[in-house]
């Protein structure tokens, strides 16, 4: 009950609406106002724009220019990209975030790669290279296939026949804790060491390495690891999404206070010197 200039208001919500009730609903139909969230919500937020009013919409620094080379239906969803040597833009989307395909939690992201098949500059072909995946949040070209991260596992995958769909899956490492989808594990970004790095996402977990059997607890840290030999170390940082390096090998991580930090100091020069 809500109390206004001495008279009792009665308000309550249900099916996605506000109901009211009190002496100046008297004279309405059944005695109630009702409200539906979407006309208490609207105007609050602007409508979304095309891709390309999106690109009006953009100002950048002069002596740079910003162009429109994806948009839907070829990629929906996207979380994280990544170019291959070859061209290819493979993307990694999470069309099942927050509450999977089915609001049951069932698996349904994708791992894409988009061509420019005319050499415009813009992709014009998007092949679906590997579905189903439990909320996806990293991607890079390895080898002859791509590494992603979906926890609890980082894996390989690989086309072997030419067709465009991943018929090689293998799981590199394990142990990632899942939970929140904002707060897993991703990457990846390679150090000027030539070890891939990739971050925490604030959740941690005991990571098993597939090839040595070795764990290695990631409470607090971030990681990188060498996928041909199965090494897994951590590295000073926790980075919630994104940790990459600048052009002298500097590392920077974030989470959704703090958009920025310097891990300044790798852990294992700590390591060596304790």
Request: proline share 5%; aromatic share 12%; net charge negative.
């Given at each position: 009950?809500?109390?206004?200039?001495?008279?009792?208001?009665?308000?309550?919500?249900?099916?996605?609406?506000l109901w009211v009730q009190n002496?100046?609903?008297?004279?309405?139909?059944?005695?109630?106002?009702?409200?539906?969230?979407?006309?208490?919500?609207?105007?609050?937020?602007?409508?979304?724009?095309?891709?390309?009013?999106?690109?009006?919409?953009?100002?950048?620094?002069?002596?740079?220019?910003?162009?429109?080379?994806?948009?839907?239906?070829?990629?929906?969803?996207?979380?994280?990209?990544?170019?291959?040597?070859?061209?290819?833009?493979?993307?990694?989307?999470?069309?099942?975030?927050?509450?999977?395909?089915?609001?049951?939690?069932?698996?349904?992201?994708?791992?894409?790669?988009?061509?420019?098949?005319?050499?415009?500059?813009?992709?014009?072909?998007?092949?679906?290279?590997?579905?189903?995946?439990?909320?996806?949040?990293?991607?890079?070209?390895?080898?002859?296939?791509?590494?992603?991260?979906?926890?609890?596992?980082?894996?390989?995958?690989?086309?072997?026949?030419?067709?465009?769909?991943?018929?090689?899956?293998?799981?590199?490492?394990?142990?990632?804790?899942?939970?929140?989808?904002?707060?897993?594990?991703?990457?990846?970004?390679?150090?000027?060491?030539?070890?891939?790095?990739?971050?925490n996402g604030d959740s941690g977990?005991?990571?098993?390495?597939?090839?040595?059997?070795?764990?290695?607890?990631?409470?607090?840290?971030?990681?990188?690891?060498?996928?041909?030999?199965?090494?897994?170390?951590?590295?000073?940082?926790?980075?919630?999404?994104?940790?990459?390096?600048?052009?002298?090998?500097?590392?920077?991580?974030?989470?959704?206070?703090?958009?920025?930090?310097?891990?300044?100091?790798?852990?294992?020069?700590?390591?060596?010197?304790?």
């Amino acid at each position: 009950m809500i109390t206004r200039n001495g008279s009792n208001n009665g308000a309550w919500t249900r099916n996605r609406t506000l109901w009211v009730q009190n002496e100046d609903t008297a004279n309405l139909p059944d005695k109630v106002d009702r409200r539906s969230y979407e006309d208490l919500l609207r105007g609050l937020q602007p409508p979304p724009l095309s891709p390309e009013d999106s690109l009006k919409a953009l100002r950048v620094k002069s002596g740079f220019k910003a162009e429109l080379v994806a948009q839907e239906p070829l990629v929906q969803s996207p979380i994280a990209f990544e170019w291959g040597g070859d061209g290819k833009l493979w993307v990694v989307e999470m069309g099942d975030y927050p509450l999977g395909i089915d609001g049951k939690g069932t698996p349904g992201g994708t791992v894409r790669f988009l061509e420019d098949t005319n050499h415009d500059g813009i992709y014009d072909k998007s092949t679906v290279f590997l579905e189903g995946l439990n909320f996806p949040t990293g991607i890079i070209p390895w080898g002859k296939g791509v590494i992603i991260a979906a926890a609890p596992d980082i894996f390989y995958a690989e086309d072997t026949n030419g067709d465009g769909k991943a018929d090689l899956r293998k799981v590199l490492f394990t142990g990632f804790r899942e939970g929140n989808q904002q707060h897993r594990l991703n990457g990846f970004d390679y150090g000027l060491d030539n070890w891939l790095y990739g971050a925490n996402g604030d959740s941690g977990g005991r990571v098993r390495s597939e090839l040595t059997g070795k764990t290695t607890s990631i409470s607090g840290r971030d990681f990188r690891f060498r996928p041909d030999e199965g090494v897994f170390e951590t590295q000073a940082g926790g980075a919630q999404y994104g940790r990459h390096k600048d052009d002298w090998g500097n590392w920077f991580g974030n989470n959704n206070s703090s958009w920025v930090w310097h891990y300044f100091f790798p852990e294992q020069y700590l390591v060596r010197q304790s």
